[in-house]
């Protein structure tokens, strides 16, 4: 179906598409492959949407990007490009300040634009049923924006059967989803306690696994972590309070896991004055996620320290955070202990294996899609050079350029 949209869109308007007559061959003084690897004087050649090749190539450079490292374009597995900040200076919470759905759709697609501009090529959105049209507009190249995965509404009502949740699970697919998104727990702002039952969390996710779906679970504590990796569910957010046993558990089956310790924290502290009154954002609320900084650092590196388990970049970037994605890494690596190249690694080939895109995105290599980003700098050395981005591709169509 989409694959069709977008056939018919490329014969009616073919300029949209990035199509290049000729290779382009870039050159840079480093390139990090996303898998761990690094190149010192490396080329790669991109021709039309993918890369064709990687490493020497005699053709004079069309990019040459003195200076800088080359990295694949990352992959922030948890962003919430719908939330933003009103005329008011105040968090959009749905309704209540009277923007109309176009209003809010427009500050959504400038979040996008900043996302890709700062590197992020590509994101997961659990909880928005905007995103199946804002996954289109991008895909059709009609916004900028990066790649777009979506769980359109999250599956959290507690009071539903399990049956029900089963039946939204099929509609979910129907609907277009990429991913289902669960709550499990509640919110780290309101103790982040257990909220669904074993038996409910067994449905949806045999149910998602049964329609080819992944599933993405919002869980802090140990209960809620442990009955959602025994339900077979794929991939944990936040697990701020996660013990050495619960780690070593999403290790032993193979879940991937999402944990954040710092800019969501930071950015709604830094923001206090924009969000103070909504919902749970109140002083407790507050208070908890000032607590959860060093739980969650602390936990954090107990994580990486976790045998076999695959941790994951996720930001759950929310208004005031978009294209600020980075400022994750670089505490992940200051105050977490993550050496600079996994953290890279967990926010390419590492993602786009938890988003079972291995094959497409994540690397650079041959025949993967041409999303390339390049720093100023070496960010194995030094990780904020991430901060310092001059050079974005996205499927071979060139966003940014700075040099
Ligand atoms: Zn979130």
Known sequence: MRAHVI???VALFPHIMSAQAKPIVIHADRMVDGRGHVTQNATVVVDGTK??????????????????????????????????????GRYHAGRGDNDTPVQSMLST??????????????????????????REWIDLGQIPGPRVLTSLSPIQNARLTPDSM????????????????????????????????????????SEAKTVGLRTMVHAHSVESIKA?????????????FADDATLKLMADHGVYFDPQICLVFQNYLDNR??????GNYNEAGFAAMEKAIPTATEMFKHALKTPGLKVIFGTDAVAGAHGRNV?????????GGQSPIDAITSATSLGAEALRMGDQIGSIAPGLQADLVAVQGDPTKDITALRRVMFVMKGGKIYRNER
């Open 327 to 335: 400022e994750e890494l670089v505490c992940r690596v200051q105050k």
């Open 7 to 9: 056939a018919a869109a």
């Open 51 to 88: 890369i064709k090749s990687v490493g020497a190539n005699g053709a004079p450079a069309t990019y040459d990007l003195k200076g800088m490292t080359l990295i694949p374009g990352l992959i922030d597995a948890h962003s919430h490009l719908t939330w933003y900040f009103n005329r008011q």
């Open 166 to 205: 089963r039946a939204i699970v099929r509609q979910r697919k129907e609907q277009g989803a990429d991913v289902i998104k669960i709550f499990a727990s509640a919110s780290i702002r309101d103790g982040g306690a257990l909220t669904l039952s074993q038996e409910q969390l067994n449905a949806i996710c």
């Open 109 to 134: 697609a400038g979040n996008a634009y900043a996302t890709l501009l700062s590197g992020v090529t590509t994101i997961q959105s659990p909880g928005s049923p905007e995103d199946h049209d804002l």
């Open 228 to 240: 959602s990796v025994l339900a077979g569910c794929n991939q944990i957010e936040h697990g701020v």
């Open 273 to 278: 004055a924009k969000y103070e009154g909504i």
